[in-house]
């Protein structure tokens, strides 16, 4: 017998065992394993569909994220706008009550001027009068030392009250 060729009866009986195995594995072996390979496959499917949808998700939730974040944004100026305004009409409001309040002070100042400017008036027309009797008295009792030139000046005066009525 050589090494390389095999005999007859070997050949039929490794072919024989074969066929046994074969079969034994073909009836319980290969079942299971190709039930194992075929669950695998699904698992491995169904991971891959998951992985998929979180992919969705994830992206799903960033789309929401940036469209939150921009709301924000926009609301987040929309208040910063309206403090200006609110700001901006507070400052003319004020400004307005100031302007009313300085033009009241100024009308009550300028009453008051003019009160006191005709009081002032009112004196110095008083003292005037007071001066102008003094004078007149002094001038008198110079002037009118003797008696005709007394009678003289009263029907002077009487005249002069005459002829304005």
Known sequence: MSLLTPDTGLLFWM??????????????GFPII???VEDRKQ????ALDAAKEAKLQLENVKTE??????EARNKEMQLLKAGA?????????????A?????????????????????????????VAVLSVDIAE?????KLDNQPAQMELVDKLL???????
Do not use: C, P, W
């Not at 072919?15 to 319980?28: E, M």
């Not at 994220?65 to 921009?70: E, F, P, R, T, V």
């Not at 305004?85 to 009550?97: F, G, P, V």
């Not at 002094?138 to 110079?142: D, G």
């Open 15 to 28: 072919l024989v065992s074969f066929g046994i195995v074969f079969l034994v594995l073909a009836k319980f």
């Open 34 to 36: 190709t039930k194992m």
């Open 43 to 46: 698992y491995v499917e169904s």
């Open 65 to 70: 994220g940036a469209k939150i974040l921009a």
């Open 85 to 97: 305004e609110m700001r901006d009409k507070m400052i003319e409001e004020s400004k307005h009550l």
């Open 99 to 127: 302007q009313i309040e300085a033009d009241k002070m100024i009308q009550e100042a300028r009453i008051l001027i003019h009160k006191e400017k005709e009081s002032a008036i009112k004196d110095i027309k008083k003292q």
């Open 138 to 142: 002094k001038v008198l009792r110079k």
């Open 159 to 165: 005249d002069e009250l005459i002829i304005r009525n």
